[in-house]
Nanobody, 124 residues
Framework: QVQLVESGGGLVQAGGSLRLSCAAS????????MGWFRQAPGKEREFVAT????????YYADSVKGRFTISRDNAKNTVYLQMNDLKPEDTAVYYC?????????????????WGQGTQVTVSS
């Protein structure tokens, strides 16, 4: 079955960096658009970034633009989220998601598969 497994979360001070990874299995990874979402305590899950099938096109939420970079390695079936200049408001559980149709944007319902999430905590 399809599995998406996130890793790389942790505790970091404000201004620091983390790199999240999401390893996919059970699917033809290169056929899927991939996305990252996050959910802070007491808030709804929100869109962070998405990348198309070949990695050439990316799209970011305004709140992370210029600080976060999404990338993928289709040979490794992995999507990454490089997070720089982290802020306390970036504290959340981060989820990766996969969209078979390749046209997904910022809406959760457009994604077919989800990981279990990895916690990112940014201290001030």
């Amino acid at each position: 079955q399809v599995q998406l497994v996130e890793s790389g979360g942790g505790l970091v001070q404000a201004g620091g960096s983390l790199r999240l990874s999401c390893a996919a299995s059970g699917l033809t990874f290169s056929r899927y658009r991939m996305g990252w979402f996050r959910q802070a305590p007491g808030k709804e899950r929100e869109f962070v970034a998405t990348i198309n099938r070949n990695g050439a096109v990316t799209y970011y939420a305004d709140s992370v633009k210029g600080r976060f970079t999404i990338s993928r390695d289709n040979a490794k079936n992995t999507v990454y989220l490089q997070m720089n200049d982290l802020k306390p408001e970036d504290t959340a559980v981060y989820y990766c998601a996969a969209d078979l149709w390749g046209a997904a944007g910022p809406e959760e319902y457009e994604y077919d598969y989800w990981g279990q999430g990895t916690q990112v905590t940014v201290s001030s």
